[in-house]
Each structure stands twice: as structure tokens, then as C-alpha cells.
């Protein structure tokens, strides 16, 4: 009897632990993926049972809900849907939510745990539940601004205040209208979203953060020069090799300057004379002396394969491990395999401006409770000091000279000296350049820096370049910020 005893109280206590177990498994790690499953109609139906809160740009909304007559209670509506897709991203029926919809969902919602004894109260008053609000650091005028200059081209536009970290306008395109997919007609939605899925202009992917990236081109020599000021050893009028044409190593790969021939046309050319006539061999030949190691730690130490939210989470740059001198000479000017987001060349370019002091980039200016009152406050960060301020100085310098003299000369703003970088990358044989700008102003005491990239060579295959593309939309970005 004892044993019998014994092996039921065994089995039943078998069966109290995996109950235990299998219950804590769903309610606990599998709760998310439940919750968030488009099959789950309960899930959706709650989620739209409370009043969203509203995503705001200079104090207007331009995601927020509002009242609908049937069982979804309320409907998700989008001002300028186009415009602010790549800060709002969407809130859609079943098909989940991206941008800061989906990266704020529980503070939208009144679920994050702040937010508690609202909930509370809700629930005791029987008061129909109301998410907190999202004010954005986003400047209505740049945003509109660089929206319209990129036109018609695919690409990205981002400007950062580099004291802060904020971002002032994150622009992607190809874009799409939120409205589409926020509609509670499910066969609607469906179709809108295939649509967007089969676009060759891919407008679902906010390229100013995320996709398969961009070669940076010769924006990258900023990264290469701070490398090399860094170390000790370069200053901007160390010279360099400075042949018309250069066979890489173990390679039948030959390099060229954009301009063809030499470099400035002696026998050896400055450091500063190759970042601002933009030359591919003198920094091919100075990533081959530093080496791969002192360029990956410049470039991690600006954030490049660092794990980034601001709050949606941006895709990692890449400056990959080299199989040989070749090349790391080819990612020594923006070129090989190396790839970066247009957020992270502005991050680059912000710590510069900012005296080698990199700010963590925000989209974020507040979060406010219903009645206004603020539930959380914006707080600079510093990200890193990836470059001290003597060498920040030193890049500053060479990067007004860019824009005065050099290569990126339709960046010039009257009475403002503005620093800047082009790059004009390639993408393969017959294929459309990259065309890029990066840069700010004022020089001396920086409001805003911009990365601008366009990626279809601006309709021109391979006939435009980043100064003539690029650079008079940074120039216009620049202008809305400067002229509040």
C-alpha cells in the first residue's frame, strides 16, 4: 500500500511540476510572441480597445488614434503619412507594427511599468484605458525640407543636433503612406501590404537605419584620417606615395583617383590634400600602413558594430576582417566590403563637429501621460569619445576646406563656414553610384550635422557625384535648421 502510495505521490508530483513549468513557459517567456501573434484575435482586439497614444512632431500629431464605429473601437490614422513613415512606421491589423509604433508599444499602450497606477485607476473607475503620448526630437521644417530635396530618388537623409544626439530629420525613401495599412478591413490590408512588398523601391525598409546598407565611399576617409591623426604619427601634411594609378597587392585589381591621374600631380601628395581633392590612392596606401586593426578600433570606437536603439534598432555597420593588404586598401576609401547606415555616417560626423564627443542619437524628446504631464524626460547620453578634441580639430579644418576648395563645394552656405565629405561610390559594373554627402554646420559652433545619401546615382547612372547630388541637399537641410 506504502509503495503504491508512494509512486501516485511521485505521478502527481510530476504532473504539478510540468503544469508549473509549462504554465510559467507561457504566460512568462512565450507571453510576447502570444500576445503579438496575428492569429490571436483576443490580442488584437484588446490592443485597440485602448485609446493609443499619439507620436508628435513640434507639438502635432502626426500618428494618433481615433474613434471608429465598429468592434476595433478605435482607428490608427497617420498625418503625412509618407513623410513621417520612417519615425512612425505603422500600426496595423494583425500584421504587427514597426518604427516607433512597434519600438514604444507599451508606453503607446499604458502597458509599460510606469504606467501602472494609471492602469489601475483605469481599470477601478472603468475609464477607457489612454496611452501615453511620444513627443519626437524630429524639426517639422528639416524633415519637410529634406523630404522634398531628395525628390524623387531612392535614399536617406539624416541631421542630429551633435551636442545632444537628437535627431532633427530622418527621411527615407522609397516611402509609403501608414494609412494603408491601418485600416481595419483585413483583406485591405493584405493587399496594401503585398503591394509594398512587390515595390522595387523596397518602402518598407527605412533605409536610413536598416537594409543591406550602403558602401559609404569616400566618407569613409574621415574615419581612415581620424585613424591615423590618432596614432601619432600622421599629421595632415605627412606625405604619401602619389602614383596616377596603383596595382594592389597580389591583386590584378587596379585604382584609380576620381579625377584620373596623380593626386594634386607631384611625385608625393599631404594627407590634407588627399581628404580634400578626395583621392583613392593616398588612402589606400595609408589604410595599408595602419592596418586593418588601428581602422576597425576607429571605427567601432565611432559605433560601428555597436548594438544601437533610438529606440528602433539599427542594423550594425560593417567594417569586415581583410584577407589580405588588397582589400583593406579598397574599405580604405569606402569601397570592398565595407558598409555603413546613413544614421552612423551622421553619428561620425556629429562626434567630429561635437569635439571628438559622440552623443547617443535619439528620436525621443519625451513621453507624456494623457493629461500631459511628462512620464519621461529626455537626457543627453554620451555614446563614446572615440577621437580627442586636438584630432576632431584637425578633421574640422580639412573638412572646410572640403567644402571651400575641394570637392564638396555646393555645400557652401553664405556667410557660414560649413565642414563636409563627399563620396561617390561604385556598386559594380554599369551599375548607378552611390552619391553622398556628409557634413555640418556652422563650423565653429555646430547646430546640426547631416549625412545625406542617394542611391540610384540620382537618375544619372554613373555620371553624377556626391558634390553635385548630395550636397545641395545637405546644404538645404542645413539652411532649415540654421534659419528657425
Known amino acids: ?53 499619439a507620436i508628435l512632431v513640434d507639438n502635432q500629431a502626426v500618428a494618433q488614434s481615433v474613434a471608429s464605429n465598429d468592434q476595433y473601437k478605435f482607428l490608427r490614422t ?18 504587427g507594427s514597426t518604427g516607433l509604433e512597434s519600438a514604444l508599444n507599451k508606453e503607446l499602450t499604458g502597458k509599460a511599468n510606469n504606467q ?15 496611452g501615453a503620448s511620444v513627443s519626437t526630437t524630429i524639426d517639422a521644417k528639416a524633415q519637410q525640407v529634406a523630404y522634398d530635396a531628395l525628390g524623387n530618388n531612392t535614399g536617406a537623409v ?89 596595382t594592389l597587392p597580389q591583386s590584378s585589381t587596379q585604382i ?67 584577407d589580405g593588404d588588397a582589400t583593406l586598401m579598397l574599405q580604405s576609401f569606402g569601397q570592398g566590403s565595407v558598409r555603413e547606415t546613413p544614421l552612423q555616417i551622421a553619428m561620425t560626423t556629429a562626434a567630429i563637429a561635437n569635439g571628438g564627443k559622440e552623443m547617443t542619437p535619439t528620436l525621443v524628446q519625451s513621453i507624456l501621460n494623457p493629461d500631459l504631464s511628462t512620464l519621461q524626460a529626455f537626457k543627453a547620453k ?31 552656405i553664405s556667410g557660414v563656414d560649413v565642414a563636409g565629405k563627399t563620396g561617390t561610390a561604385e556598386n559594380g559594373t554599369g551599375q548607378p553610384y552611390t552619391l553622398v554627402f556628409t557634413g555640418f554646420a556652422p563650423a565653429n559652433d555646430p547646430k546640426v550635422a547631416v549625412a545625406v545619401v542617394v542611391g540610384n546615382g540620382a537618375g544619372q547612372g554613373q555620371s553624377a557625384t556626391g558634390n553635385s547630388a548630395a550636397a545641395p541637399i545637405a546644404k538645404q537641410v542645413m539652411e532649415a535648421v540654421l534659419n528657425k
Open 256 to 322: 584609380n583617383n576620381a579625377e584620373g591621374g596623380s593626386c594634386g600631380g607631384g611625385d608625393t601628395v599631404t594627407i590634407e590634400t588627399a581628404l580634400i581633392d578626395s583621392c583613392n590612392i593616398p588612402f589606400a596606401e595609408l589604410g595599408q600602413q595602419l592596418g586593418y586593426k588601428a581602422i576597425n578600433d576607429m571605427a567601432k570606437s565611432f559605433g560601428w558594430e555597436s548594438a544601437l536603439a533610438i529606440p528602433q534598432t539599427v542594423q550594425k555597420s560593417v567594417f569586415p576582417a581583410v
Open 116 to 130: 501602472f497606477l494609471d492602469q489601475l485607476n483605469d481599470t477601478l473607475t472603468g475609464k477607457v484605458p489612454e
Open 1 to 53: 500500500m506504502n509503495k503504491e502510495l508512494k509512486r501516485i505521490t511521485i505521478v502527481v508530483l510530476a504532473m504539478f511540476v510540468a503544469l508549473f513549468v509549462s504554465s510559467t513557459y507561457i504566460t512568462g517567456i512565450q507571453a510576447d510572441s502570444l500576445r503579438n501573434d496575428p492569429r490571436n484575435t483576443r490580442a488584437i482586439l484588446q490592443s485597440y480597445s485602448a485609446q493609443r497614444g
Open 158 to 246: 539624416v541631421a542630429i543636433e551633435p551636442s545632444t544626439g537628437k535627431i532633427l530629420a530622418m527621411v527615407s525613401k522609397g516611402s509609403y503612406d501608414p494609412n494603408t495599412l491601418a485600416t481595419h478591413d483585413r483583406a485591405s490590408v493584405l493587399k496594401a501590404y503585398d503591394a509594398l512588398i512587390a515595390d522595387s523601391t523596397q518602402p518598407l525598409i527605412n533605409r536610413t537605419i536598416q537594409g543591406n546598407l550602403y558602401f559609404p565611399g569616400s566618407t569613409f576617409k574621415l574615419v581612415v584620417a581620424a585613424a591615423a591623426f590618432a596614432s601619432g604619427k600622421y599629421t595632415k601634411d605627412s606625405q604619401l606615395p602619389n602614383p596616377a594609378t596603383l
Open 382 to 412: 554620451t555614446l563614446g569619445t572615440p577621437i580627442s578634441k586636438s584630432v576632431a580639430s584637425q578633421l574640422t579644418a580639412l573638412m572646410v576646406e572640403v567644402v571651400n576648395q575641394g570637392t564638396g563645394t555646393n555645400a557652401r
Open 78 to 95: 497617420y498625418a503625412n503619412g509618407p513623410l513621417y513613415a520612417p519615425i512612425t512606421g505603422y500600426f496595423t491589423l494583425g500584421e
